[in-house]
């Protein structure tokens, strides 16, 4: 197995047990953040489909007061 396609395998397994663990509204932001730039970084590899759908939680799950994600955890401050 070439170091490319190692690198491919090590990058999914790290994104799907990213997205298993459940999440703060704040770090909710910050993997979105993170898978935006794997994408730009690996764009052969990753796809945006990933952030798009990271972005799409943060808008339904919004706040009343119009915070993204606040209603991703209602423990959080």
């Not at 491919?8 to 770090?27: G, Q, T, Y």
């Not at 910050?30 to 799409?56: K, N, W």
Request: charged share 25%.
């Amino acid at each position: 197995m070439n170091h490319a396609m190692r690198r491919k395998e090590m990058i999914d397994k790290v994104i799907k047990a990213m997205l298993c663990m459940s999440r703060a509204s704040w770090e909710q932001g910050t993997a979105a953040q993170a898978l935006y730039e794997l994408h730009c970084a690996f764009r052969s590899d990753i796809g945006p489909e990933y952030f798009v759908c990271m972005a799409h939680d943060a808008i339904i799950r919004q706040g009343e007061d119009g915070r993204f994600s606040a209603r991703l955890c209602q423990g959080d401050q």
